[in-house]
């Protein structure tokens, strides 16, 4: 790695400051993804700006019709929450899968949100959940938060604070891990709402999307068989070592057959 | 920069570079060299210690993250205070033959710690899925998979008495 100046603010305002008064300057939340970039040298930012000391980012709050999470919340604590548990079962389903014990121990949701991995598992949550990202200065609506490869709606200087999520009357996880790494080859999160069913799918091409075919035939029939003929096309899904582009677009649909069985539980 | 923690139950100040890593704040600066760097890419848990009771890779951890925090290392995992054994986890892994070269061997013990820990009655499965992040590469899993187990209820039968 190369030297780096460190600021450890405990406001807000402060870390937002001193995320843009140098150039490059990077956050770091739990620094799953930031700490091995930094050591392979893809990455040499002048400064980090460590968002642990900022308590107001931590911590789980049940809020009727919504679930709000802090973005410094690791994924071990959504996963053992029994809010989670009770309000939103799938979506703790989702982070005990993310990693392994000691990278749930260390990694954020709003970490993973912001990093937008194209094969991260809480993509697919927020954007099937359809969950407002909270930021210092505006909420961004999921379906216009994740742009494409690591891309997001963040502005310069922008910090996530929360992510809201709306509870579902159903909803369901599942993916085909890639052995090695744990990340989602093709992750696909189900969730069903009085106005209707969202689903989300990670790890399958540049980045997160949704399916509408199968949203349109959940809506009318909340079982895996009212999905089990629908394709989606591999044209611009990812092909790389782990898998071709086809053998992805078809595991779309096994996964959310899958999933939509997780959600009715 | 300075900073102050815990390290096995003793009050401990460094000076470090940020970019430091804890890996290898321990074994190089601390001379604490039973953290092993396997992989040196967060994949295989050689390095694995506790940070504030959970378990974390210290090869993926800035050494900034331990100021006002508490450390375990291998160093410190010990069976009852005084009593000059080794922890429950350690005595399983040797009576099961849960380990073969023990390169692995303190990431292991240090993840069934916190396993054990956070579930006392631990099943197979969940030693199976809790040990996804720490690879072995010559022992095949199973031993020290019923080292884990055998450990996990040696640590809820010591917590009883």
Redesign the interface.
């Known amino acids: 790695m190369k030297p780096f100046a460190y600021h450890q603010p405990h406001q807000i305002p402060d870390a937002a400051r001193l995320l843009t008064s140098v150039a490059d300057s990077k956050l770091v939340a739990g620094g799953m993804t930031l700490i091995p970039t930094l050591k392979q040298r893809l990455a040499s930012p002048p400064a980090l700006v460590d968002l642990s000391r900022l308590g107001s980012l931590k911590g789980i709050t049940d809020d009727g019709t919504t679930i709000t999470i802090g973005a410094m919340t690791p994924h071990a604590v959504v996963a053992a929450s029994k809010v989670v548990l009770t309000r939103i079962p799938g979506l703790a389903a989702l982070a005990s899968m993310i990693g392994d014990p000691a990278v749930r121990s260390r990694g954020t949701i709003g970490g993973s949100v912001a990093n937008n991995d194209p094969a991260a598992d809480y993509p697919a949550g927020v954007l099937g959940l359809g969950a407002t990202i909270v930021t210092n200065t505006r909420e961004i609506a999921a379906d216009k938060f994740f742009l494409g490869l690591f891309e997001t709606a963040l502005e310069p200087g922008e910090i996530i604070t929360a992510i809201r999520f709306p509870v579902p009357l159903k909803a369901g996880y599942a993916k085909f891990k890639a052995p090695a790494s744990r990340y989602a080859l093709v992750g696909v999160f189900v969730a069903k709402f009085a106005g209707g069913v969202r689903v989300a799918v990670t790890g399958a091409g540049p980045g997160v999307f949704r399916v509408p075919p199968m949203e349109e035939a959940l809506s009318e029939n909340f079982d895996p068989s009212a999905i089990a003929a629908i394709r989606i096309d591999a044209e611009g899904l990812t092909s790389d070592i782990h898998a071709e582009a086809d053998y992805r677009a078809h595991l779309v649909t096994v996964m959310a057959k899958r999933a939509v069985d997780a959600a009715l539980g | 920069?300075q900073i102050s923690f815990t390290l096995n139950g003793r009050p401990t100040i460094v000076d470090v570079?940020?970019?430091t890593?804890v890996a290898e704040l321990l074994r190089e600066q601390l001379h604490l060299t039973g953290t092993h760097i396997g992989c040196?890419?967060?994949?295989c848990?050689a390095c694995?210690v506790h940070?504030d009771g959970?378990?974390?890779?210290s090869c993926?951890?800035?050494a900034?993250?331990l100021?006002g925090a508490t450390l375990l290392t291998i160093e410190g995992l010990q069976g009852a205070p005084g009593s000059n054994r080794m922890h429950p986890m350690q005595e399983a892994f040797r009576e099961h033959h849960g380990l073969q070269c023990g390169f692995c061997t303190p990431g292991m013990l240090m993840?069934a710690v916190?396993?054990a820990t956070e579930k006392p009655d631990l099943t197979e499965a969940d030693v199976r899925h809790?040990l996804?992040?720490?690879i072995c590469r010559c022992t095949g899993y199973q031993n020290i998979i019923v080292s884990v187990m055998a450990g996990a209820a040696a640590m809820s039968a010591a917590k009883g008495e």
Not at chain 2, 40 to 43: G, P, Y
Not at chain 2, 54 to 57: A, D, F, M
């Open positions: 920069m570079e940020p970019a890593l040196d890419t967060s994949q848990g694995v940070l959970l378990p974390v890779k993926t951890l800035l900034p993250a100021d993840t916190a396993l809790g996804e992040g720490n």
